[in-house]
């Protein structure tokens, strides 16, 4: 079997296997939060991009003290990862007044592509996705372990082209790894999340990538043209 037909397998395996409510999970966690605790928690929220992120952010800060992690070596080329960090900083700038803390890592663009050319020729959301994953989300959680934040998440279940239970799973079989910081299950796409985020991207201007962020992704968006894509910002 090629990857396209185990990929294609495993996408009908999952439509069959049961679902769990994530969005559902995440209230309830937040619910019980405010019932038990004085303070506010600490949460590092993984983001790529600004995009995604700018809803759950809204979403998370009643309850968490969030800090924000920009680790995404998937991002190709430079100059893109570059665009869409300047579009987060100056998101929190104008939206937030700086009072969410940004961490950032440095570009590694160029060794990350050599991971992930195993999947070169692999399907959108398949097994080089799942590595880009989890690579992302290992080293935000250890980072989140390391400096004692109560909770680990990603905004990644934000997108409507990538399999939430996905993230969650992940997220559940790295919390097994890390003695202190907890994963937080989510869902952000759910209660209208991407219909918010777009609300939010016209009023701030924000903008847009159209595709994923390697540059398999990037070679596979029909049309792909650099200086379009930075005509797709609303003007
Ligand atoms: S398509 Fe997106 S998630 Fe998949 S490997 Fe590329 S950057 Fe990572």
């Known amino acids: 079997m090629n990857e396209i037909e185990a990929f294609r397998q495993y996408l009908q395996e999952r439509k069959q296997s049961p679902k769990i409510n994530y969005h559902q999970e995440a209230l309830k966690e937040m619910e019980r939060i405010r019932e038990e605790k004085e303070q506010k928690p600490t949460l590092l929220l993984h983001a790529c991009c600004i995009i995604c992120a700018c809803w759950p952010l ?85 980072m989140a372990d390391r400096n004692g934040y109560d909770y680990f998440t990603t905004v990644m279940t934000f997108s409507r082209q990538k399999d939430s239970q996905k993230f969650n799973e992940i997220g559940a079989r790295l919390q097994k790894e890390f003695s202190h910081t907890r994963y937080f299950f989510s869902d952000f796409k ?46």
């Not at 991002?75 to 937030?96: A, C, G, H, V």
């Not at 592509?113 to 992302?136: A, I, N, Q, T, V």
């Not at 209660?191 to 990037?218: F, P, T």
Request: hydrophobic residues 30%; proline residues 5%; contains cysteine.
């Open 58 to 142: 809204d979403f998370l800060h009643d309850t968490f003290d969030v800090t924000v992690l920009f680790h995404n070596p998937n991002i190709w080329p430079e100059e893109e990862y570059n665009l869409r960090l300047s579009e987060f900083r100056r998101y929190l700038k104008e939206r937030w007044n700086n009072e969410i803390p940004l961490i950032e890592t440095p570009y590694q663009g160029e060794e990350f592509m050599k991971s992930l050319s195993f999947g070169k020729d692999h399907p959108e959301g398949w097994k080089r996705c799942f590595f880009c994953y989890e690579e992302r989300m290992r080293y935000g959680f250890a």
């Open 190 to 235: 759910k209660d209208n999340g991407q219909l918010k985020s777009k609300a939010i991207c016209e009023a701030y201007n924000l903008y847009r990538q159209n595709y994923c962020g390697c540059v398999y992704s990037m070679l596979n968006q029909k049309g792909n043209d650099p200086d379009q894509r930075q005509m797709d910002r609303v003007e």
